[in-house]
């Protein structure tokens, strides 16, 4: 699983579909918000933390047709499915490959890229907080999804159809999160949701996804 695990990683990097790709879309996104709204600062950090998180949940969904796809195309999934390594476990070591190279560098960008829409320091703070909480259920989350459109033609599009509504309960407790941060007011409340949603997922789409591996690679 380790192996596994490592193996995405260097994949990532060495491909640039990881945390390159994904940084870039988003950096893209976010210098085009001022331009839409112009040089108003407190309209543009009225919308910070909507379009912060928006960007950053789209950023994700780049590179996830990827998490299953390679290994598909080349037959080492139905290799991995022959080999005693159960099935949930490559999707935790492929959803945590994802989360690394994707998730986490989005989540330590943000408040940076924050500066550009007039986020204070303080919002970006909570910014990056509730990402590093919210993007982990992205990752489990679109590698489920990944897992369910495994080998169907043109499956990027229907992959986006189907795990955008399963973010939208992340994105709404994200964005709340840091809005509530930004007019002072307490934010718990959003970031204990947005770490349930994650558990949830840690605890409930390995074996969905295990389930969907072996129907698919049947």
């Not at 380790?2 to 950096?27: E, K, M, N, P, Y």
Request: aromatic share 8%; glycine share 10%; proline share 6%.
């Amino acid at each position: 699983m380790i192996q596994l695990f490592t193996r995405d990683i260097g994949l990532a990097v060495r491909s640039g579909g990881g945390f390159g790709l994904a940084l870039i879309f988003f950096l893209i996104v976010v210098v085009l918000i001022p331009f839409a709204l112009g040089p108003d600062q407190s309209a543009l950090a009225l919308v910070a933390p909507g379009v912060l998180w928006l960007g950053a949940l789209l950023a994700c969904l780049l590179s996830l047709d990827r998490i299953f796809g390679l290994d598909y195309e080349d037959g080492s999934l139905d290799l991995l499915a022959t080999s005693p390594l159960p099935l949930e476990s490559v999707y935790i070591a492929k959803a945590a490959a994802h989360w690394l190279t994707t998730g986490l560098p989005l989540a330590l960008a943000a408040p940076l890229l924050g500066i550009l829409l007039n986020l204070s320091f303080e919002s970006g703070k909570v910014l990056c907080f509730s990402l590093l909480l919210g993007t982990p259920a992205l990752s489990l989350i679109g590698a489920f999804g990944a897992s369910l459109t495994l080998g169907v033609k043109r499956g990027g599009l229907l992959l986006s159809l189907l795990v955008l509504p399963l973010y939208v309960p992340t994105l709404i407790f994200g964005a709340q999160a840091v809005h509530s941060a930004s007019l002072g007011q307490t934010f718990d409340v959003p970031l204990v949701l947005i770490l349930a949603i994650s558990l949830g997922a840690a605890a409930i789409l390995p074996f969905a996804s295990g389930v969907a591996l072996r129907v698919n690679l049947r």
